[in-house]
């Protein structure tokens, strides 16, 4: 792929024109305070053939030597901060590692008016700053600006939310299954999607038509940006994107529908939660088979961590939600799928293939494009963090806070920064691309506000009885389905693609149609059997249908005639039916709101499982916004969320087991803790410190090496190797190298601990838990871990086993700060002698194993080669950007200190 861009490059030479915008200065400080942001690699994301030229044959553009202007400029400041000590940063080091993010800017490089009405600068860092004379003219300038630094990205996105990315970018098998997952979560015909905004337009009245109205002008601006890099549809001009000519693609116009199509993908992964009952229901049973009903149910109860007393929650509100610790399996609208019973498809099936020679329904769904290949539904671990210093416990009497989203890593990034001034909206930050007719996550005039995903349960599975409507037997390949006693057929698509072999995918022509069964409640995930009968197992998401609404809320956020304090900032995020939690500060308050579309359950159903799909048990409308998770100024000084439980009263989604005992939250809670408590008043410079110090903490070391090296005791087997832990955890666990000499100073102990943790089918984990679970402790509906090695920087995400052994070992040790004790005691079944012996020999096992693999006799030999942790930038156009050294950080990240506030 790298060769065909080189050629393209080169062929092109002939119709460049390079031209150059001279600098101009212009800086005003912002009028209420300070306020700084970051967002790698950087704002400029078209590559067109002067740039491939430019960046050269290895296609990685490095800043100061071969990057185009703004492509990777931020992604240099972003990685610094792990080379400074946390707690020695001073406001000068922040001017170097955050940018400015006020309404003017600092300089202006380049300016447009793209239509009368409309003026855009760009600043130095490629930031644009668009004000209209109407609202729809702040929209056309928001479309048109975004089409020139996210046009390809955009177009990839619109594709795959359609569920055409095979068509669009090659039918690798990746492409094809991520269509087919995207089908599976998300379709819509192209009728439906139009439909969905005009039917939201009609909930919302004027300010609904409003929206409609610079809905249709952002379409505008973008299609007039595409016009302008490609005239008249030429891919081979000489500012066009260069992937077009690379995919033997056409421009093509947009309209409403590709804005819910982005719309309905974003949704699906950050603002979904639940939808994990099948999962549920199948380790109940496991555990009941095995353990028999009493103690198989005891057992799930032990191990959901549901409502545990010892998680740490964002708010100190006791708001409640869900089915707290009981377990609902008996309740007559349950459904429990059988175990190993007969299957049939589901949506997102193959079903027929024209010339198609590669099976495509074991491949991971990804997005192969010209230069990289990767997953969007990975970024579900990714999630944010925020940390909100009140007035009470700030150095200077006012708020202080960093907080942002971390939504992975990407060249060009998926979120797009952009400064919108008019009517009704006066706001800078980010947004999704193609969705940046709001600001999403960013500030006001005297505000900020951002978020981090909630997983609140807005996703239940529903078991609709199958039948046939000629009323034949009904089979796990039926398409009818019960409602009120009526063999209902299911609504049926089988939409197609045809995918053609580009720079991207040398296969042959070929065509895929897919499968997509539909019930009142949503889309069939798949049929199986309950109790023998055959069910269809329907996704019902509070959220599909109504994906735009949710922009009602962000247009508020931007409005500063509607946010004017913490409580109408509450009122705004209540607008959004996605599910996240909402943070806000001004000059004298911090707040939070945990927003989402959340059911009211009927009687008879649980949280946890299935339910069948009589209408007795349909949803029972909506929570309102008093039911919703909410706090203004907390008595306790601080906010803090890393994406962990939001209130002390409020149940765990039913995909989530590890809202437990520990959480990465705590890597930010304990240090603000032990400020407060030290009667430290914080600043906003140790507020990024503790940030920073957090960002390179190993939280399962924290949290449970200690325990396992008090159970082992003195062990003359492993006394190297336990001395080497020891030291770590005493440090503070980190992985990072500030001195940037190629090595962690910890590398052996994270060696060892890292094949402690996970080698293979091999874990300190499952030793642990197996005492008591025996095979079934590899079963949890949670992963063992979430190590950097992913390379998407987020890491220690909501693994359960990470609890479970901090509380089970803690309460062996006799710890009497735990504050709800396990039902069952695993390691050693109880026995401290017991548990002693498993741990020393899973220790030991884990030395042989990391010295063997590594050819070295002592464990002060071990290295750790830090590049397994490293940030790797998915690429999704023609060229990426170099890794950075890992850090856990929101991608976008805002530092905000503001002093002065409008008339309240």
């Known amino acids: 792929m790298r060769r065909w861009s080189s050629v393209l490059a080169l062929s092109l030479v002939p119709l460049l024109a390079v031209t150059t915008l001279p600098p101009s200065a212009s800086a005003q400080d912002d009028d209420y305070g300070y306020v700084r942001n970051i967002l790698p690699p950087g704002e400029n994301g078209t590559i067109d053939a002067t740039d491939l030229l430019t960046v050269g044959p290895g296609l990685e553009a490095q800043e100061g030597k071969n990057a185009p202007p703004n492509f990777a400029d931020q992604l240099e400041m972003y990685d610094e901060l792990t080379t400074h000590a946390p707690y020695s940063l001073d406001k000068t080091d922040l001017g170097g590692l955050f940018k400015s993010a006020g309404f003017t800017p600092e300089q202006v490089v380049r300016e447009e008016s793209p239509r009368a009405g409309v003026a855009i600068q760009w600043d130095q860092f490629g930031v644009p700053y668009i004000t209209g004379t109407t609202y729809g003219d702040v929209m056309f300038g928001s479309g048109y600006a975004a089409a020139m630094d996210r046009m390809f990205l955009m177009d990839a996105l619109r594709h795959t939310g359609s569920g055409r990315l095979a068509e669009f970018a090659g039918g690798t098998p990746g492409n094809v299954a991520m269509d087919a997952a995207q089908h599976k979560a998300a379709f819509y015909t192209e009728e439906e999607a139009t439909a969905q905004i005009d039917k939201i337009a009609g909930e919302y009245g004027a300010e609904g038509q409003r929206l409609v109205g610079g809905l249709d002008a952002y379409l505008a601006g973008i299609n007039a940006g595409q016009d302008k890099l490609c005239p008249a549809g030429l891919v081979v001009a000489p500012t066009c994107p260069v992937e077009y000519a690379l995919l033997g693609q056409q421009i093509e116009s947009w309209d409403r529908a590709d804005v819910i199509y982005i719309a309905s993908l974003v949704g699906g992964i950050f603002g979904r939660g639940g939808g994990g009952e099948a999962d549920n229901a199948a380790y109940l049973q496991q555990l009941t088979k095995k353990f028999g009903k009493l103690k198989g149910r005891a057992l799930y109860r032990d191990l959901r961590t549901k ?59 990804r997005m192969d494009l010209p230069s990289g290949s990767f997953s969007l539904r990975e970024l579900r671990q990714g999630m944010s963090n925020a940390l909100l210093i009140g007035a009470k416990e700030s150095a200077t009497g006012k708020p202080v806070v960093v907080f942002g989203p971390q939504t992975g890593y990407f060249t060009p990034q998926l979120l797009n920064e952009q400064v919108l001034m008019g009517p009704g909206v006066h706001a800078r930050g980010v947004s999704f691309a193609g969705t940046n007719l709001v600001v999403e996550l960013g500030r006001g005039i005297d505000y900020a506000w951002s978020a981090t995903s909630a997983s609140l349960d807005n996703v239940d599975t529903v078991a609709e009885r199958l039948c046939n409507v000629d009323g034949s037997k ?40 897919f499968l997509v069964l539909r019930t009142r409640h949503g889309i069939v995930q798949e049929r199986t059997t309950v109790d023998g009968v055959p069910v269809a197992l329907v996704a019902q998401r509070s959220t599909y249908g109504r994906e735009v609404a949710s922009a ?82 907390p008595e306790r000084g601080y906010l803090v969320s890393w994406n962990n439980r939001q209130s002390p009263k409020w149940g765990a989604p039913d995909n989530i087991w590890g809202w437990g005992s520990v959480h990465r939250s705590d890597a930010l809670e304990d240090k603000v803790r032990r400020d407060i408590r030290g009667s430290r008043k914080v600043s906003l410079t140790r507020a990024v410190g503790i940030m920073a110090d957090a960002a390179t903490q190993d939280t399962r070391a924290t949290s449970v090496l200690p325990s396992l090296l008090k159970v082992i005791g003195k062990d003359r087997r492993t006394t190297e190797a336990r001395a080497a832990l020891k030291r770590w955890a005493r440090a503070g666990a980190p992985r990072v190298d500030r001195d940037r000499d190629g090595a962690y100073a910890h590398q052996q102990a994270i060696a060892l601990f890292d094949t402690w943790w996970e080698d293979g089918e091999e874990s300190v984990a499952y030793d642990v838990m197996g005492d008591r679970l025996g095979v079934l402790a590899r079963d949890v509906p949670g992963n063992l871990d979430d190590h950097p090695r992913a390379g998407t920087g987020s890491a220690w995400m909501d693994p359960p086993y990470y609890s479970y052994l901090n509380k089970d070992l803690r309460t062996l040790l006799g710890d009497r700060t735990v504050r709800e004790d396990l039902a069952f005691a695993y390691c050693g079944r109880g026995s401290l002698k017991k548990c002693r012996q498993t741990v020393r020999t899973s220790l030991r096992g884990a030395v042989t194993r990391v010295l063997a693999a590594q050819g070295v006799s002592k464990v002060a030999d071990l290295t750790y080669d830090k590049s397994i942790d490293a940030i790797r930038h998915s690429t999704s156009g023609a060229v990426g950007v170099r890794d950075i050294d890992w850090q856990n950080r929101p991608t976008f990240q805002q530092v905000v200190a503001f002093e002065r506030h409008r008339p309240r």
Request: glycine residues 12%; neutral net charge; proline residues 6%.
């Open 307 to 365: 409502l545990d007393a010892d998680a740490p929650t964002s708010a100190s509100v006791k708001t409640a939600y869900g089915d707290g610790e009981a377990l609902g399996d008996k309740r007559r609208g349950v459904a429990l799928p059988d175990l190993g019973g007969q299957t049939g498809p589901g949506s997102g099936t193959v079903i027929a293939r024209e010339r198609v020679q590669a099976k495509v329904e074991r491949a991971e769904p």
């Open 474 to 513: 009904a089979s796990v390949e039926s398409e009818g389905y019960l409602v009120d006693g009526t063999c209902v057929p299911m609504t049926r698509n089988t939409p197609s693609e045809t995918v053609h072999p580009s720079a991207g995918w040398q296969g042959a022509p070929a065509t895929y149609t």
């Open 552 to 633: 009602i809320g962000f247009a508020r956020l931007n409005n500063p005639d509607y946010v004017k304090d913490a409580k109408t900032f509450q009122r705004a995020a209540h607008g959004i039916d996605y599910t996240f939690n909402w943070f806000y500060a001004d000059n004298r308050d911090i707040a939070y709101f945990a927003s989402g579309r959340l059911p009211r359950r009927a009687k008879g159903t649980a949280f946890d499982f299935p339910r069948w799909g009589d209408r007795r048990y349909d949803w029972r409308g909506w929570l309102g916004f008093d039911d919703h998770v909410r706090e203004i100024n």
